[in-house]
């Protein structure tokens, strides 16, 4: 058996002290979680996260920065997830835009209504994210390279 990595993206992206979260259901019920999704074959890890922010919220992201790389591993489905997490500026919204399949809403929560939902997380690294956004981790993009050659 080959064994990789689900390699995924989000965005973590605050407003006058509130965090964007989609509510959507997932095959364990209804979760929170940020615009997040997989990487598509042959695109970048940032057009990606541009294009679920977009898909999951209306909100077209402009990145700026990685805030963290993070590797979990869920045990009990026996997945694990390569997680690229976004910080940037919102440049846009289209409130008409139809949002993915699952998503319910779009909210932004203050910190402390993020910890109220926790149980109702996708995964630890909803939080996780949000705080070393507020710890100031951010990275340059530059530290991300994407390169496709015909072999």
Known sequence: MVWKPNVTVAS??????????????TEFGVCYNQPAGHLECGESLV?????ETLEETGYVLRPEYLIGI???RNERREVTYLRFAFGGLISAHDA??????????VH???????????????SPLVLSCI???LAGRRYPLDLLHHCTWAG
């Open 12 to 25: 973590v992206l605050e407003r006058e002290g509130r965090f964007l979260l989609v509510e959507e259901d």
């Open 96 to 105: 008409q835009r139809r949002l993915d399949e699952g998503i319910r809403a």
């Open 131 to 133: 705080e070393d956004w």
């Open 70 to 72: 993070y590797n979990c």
């Open 47 to 51: 057009h990606a996260v541009i294009r």
């Open 108 to 122: 932004w929560l203050t910190l402390d209504e993020v910890r109220r939902r926790e149980a109702q997380h996708r």
